[in-house]
């Protein structure tokens, strides 16, 4: 394979013209094709349709705690639910309060309450001047919209292979007293399902806030997602961690059975410090009686417990697996060697994170809309909708069938290709 930038002007004109020709091929198919969305596919939603069983007119729906499903009570969770997600977020029973269908919801109310009372008597962030968040990018475009909505400023850390930047993170987050938060997808990260390592997350233990609000927003919404048996990344479990460091209050762990059970419809919760978890429960109870316990029993009927779950969790893999190596493989036979774009591997998680060279992702997109592929916006992945390279574009793999991923693969790499021929020879 020869490099892109090392052909002449006359070879890169003959296989423009080439490429052009197989691309209306293409197009004249009249495609109708989409890897725009993280969405489970029918087959993977098909998983656990036994929840439907689990809680029948004849089920006993009384939960441990010997309160009545059906009814009013028990605020922050039910105790078999609280426990099949404490083990799945790796963190005691007694840290997590469990919500509605969301774990969103849950962000989007963490940061709405800061705003409006503060954290732990602090100011309300409202009636500061300026608050900041940090967003390490390429990101998820839901994170950064929560902020923005807020008028919160978002400053770029740019995403390594080992998580953030973190020489970027100490220096802000410990001179700046207006930066309140971090966004932080720890594990198979959307979009680029990069894992923290150890020395990454011992280092945000270790952080000294100049702000006594700061708080990192730990999303690990893709923490059992794994895509291979025998290729798995590990990642610290950061409360006890935190805790260790002497910051137990540091740190909002977010995560949700969406991706595991039914998005829209599955249980999200919040792990925290006893400090956090006592002033999350005071609004909580102001904003609701409880939320939907016969969810949480049928989730935890189901599941029955985290072996359960890793169980189910296989089953995923085995269809998301070929999907991804799907991708993987035609990204590598179509455009590897060419140096006209760089992508990651990853072990686990929903999407594969892809950059062309600077100044194409936006191009690149369009082209492939030309042909009926629909993408991720160019610049989702960043604050503000605005990626200064221009050059990031997310794959979702997970919702097309492997036959429309190969269709999908030959119009993404030829926009590929024509849109880099056409930068090299502007
Ligand atoms: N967090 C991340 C990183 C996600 O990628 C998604 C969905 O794509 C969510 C949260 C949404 O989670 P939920 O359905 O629990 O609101």
Redesign the pocket.
Same mark, same amino acid.
């Given at each position: 394979m020869t490099a892109y930038k090392d052909l002449s002007k006359n070879e890169l004109k003959a296989l423009k013209k080439e490429l052009t020709k197989k691309f209306e091929d293409v197009k004249a198919k009249g495609l109708k094709l989409d890897m725009s969305r #993280?969405k489970p596919s029918t087959e993977q939603l098909n998983l656990s349709m036994g929840m439907m069983d689990v809680l029948t007119s004849s089920s006993d729906l009384v939960c441990e705690e010997g309160v009545d499903c059906r009814n009013y009570g028990v605020l922050d969770g039910i105790k078999e639910a609280k426990q099949l997600l404490a083990d799945m977020m790796e963190v005691p029973k007694d840290n997590i309060v469990i919500f509605g269908n @969301? @774990?969103?919801?849950v962000m989007y109310d963490t940061v709405a309450r800061s705003m409006i009372h503060g954290v732990m008597g602090s100011t309300p962030w409202c009636k500061l001047d300026k608050v900041k968040f940090l967003c390490p990018v390429p990101g *998820?475009d839901?994170h950064f919209a929560i902020t923005e909505h807020f008028g919160i400023e978002m400053i770029n850390i740019p995403m390594t292979p080992t998580g953030p930047d973190m020489d970027m993170v100490e220096e802000l987050v410990s001179t700046d007293p207006a930066v309140k938060g971090i966004w932080c997808?720890p594990k198979y990260s959307?979009p680029q399902g990069i894992t923290y390592s150890d020395e990454t997350v011992h280092r945000f233990a270790k952080l000294n806030p100049a702000a006594e609000d700061f708080r990192i927003y730990w999303?690990n %919404?893709?923490g059992i997602h794994h895509l291979y048996e025998d290729k798995q990344d590990y990642l610290i479990e950061i409360l006890m961690e935190c805790k260790k460091e002497g910051h137990p209050d540091m740190v909002y762990k977010f995560s @949700?059975t969406?991706k595991i059970s039914f998005?829209?419809s #599955?249980i %999200?919760a919040i792990a925290a410090s006893d400090a956090n978890l006592k002033e999350i429960r005071e609004q909580m109870k102001i904003q609701t009686i409880g939320h939907d316990k016969l969810n949480q029993l049928r989730h935890a009927r189901f599941f029955k417990d985290i072996h359960g779950m890793v169980k189910h969790m296989k089953k995923h893999a085995d269809i998301m697996r070929p999907k991804f190596d799907t991708v993987l493989a035609s990204l590598e036979k179509e455009l590897g060697g060419l140096e006209i774009g760089s992508w990651l591997a990853p072990r686990g998680g *929903?999407f594969i994170s892809f950059d062309s060279m600077d100044g194409c992702a936006k191009a690149i997109v369009a082209k492939a809309k030309e042909a009926g592929l629909v993408m991720t916006n160019a610049g989702a992945t960043y604050p503000y909708g605005k990626d200064p390279h221009d050059s990031n574009i997310r794959i979702a793999p997970s919702y097309p069938t492997l036959d429309e991923i190969k269709l999908a693969m030959e119009v993404f790499t030829l926009s590929v290709k024509l849109v880099s021929i056409d930068k090299l020879l502007a």
């Open positions: #993280g @969301s @774990s969103l919801n *998820y839901r997808v959307n999303d %919404a893709y @949700s969406s998005p829209g #599955g %999200a *929903y």
